[in-house]
């Protein structure tokens, strides 16, 4: 079955970095496209990157541009996404996201806390 497993998040001061990992199970990763979302607390879930089947096509959000990085490794069935000069406002668990023939596919998400 198709499974989406994300790690690598946890507690980074102001100005540092974590890189995140979504390992994918179940299907042929490098068919498509895979997205990063998060949700901070009292918030909707919003978009943060994704990148296409090959890699060739990323799309950032303009709140995390410039800041964060999304790559994958097919061969690894990974996605990964390096998130520099972290702050407060970054703060939320991170989920990706593959839809595969319609159906959305969650993984159980990650927290990311930035804080002094």
């Known amino acids: 079955q198709v499974q989406l497993v994300e790690s690598g998040g946890g507690l980074v001061q102001p100005g540092g970095s974590l890189r995140l990992s979504c390992a994918a199970s179940?299907?042929?990763?490098?068919?498509?496209?895979i997205g990063w979302f998060r949700q901070a607390p009292g918030k909707e879930r919003e978009g943060v990157s994704c990148?296409?089947?090959?890699?060739?096509?990323?799309y950032y959000a303009d709140s995390v541009k410039g800041r964060f990085t999304i790559s994958r490794d097919n061969a690894k069935n990974t996605v990964y996404l390096q998130m520099n000069s972290l702050t407060p406002e970054d703060t939320a668990v991170y989920y990706c996201?593959?839809?595969?023939?319609?159906?959305?596919?969650w993984g159980p998400g990650t927290q990311v806390t930035v804080s002094s």
């Open positions: 990148i296409s089947s090959s890699g060739g096509n990323r």
């Open positions: 179940g299907f042929t990763l490098d068919r498509y496209a």
């Open positions: 996201n593959a839809v595969i023939t319609i159906v959305n596919y």
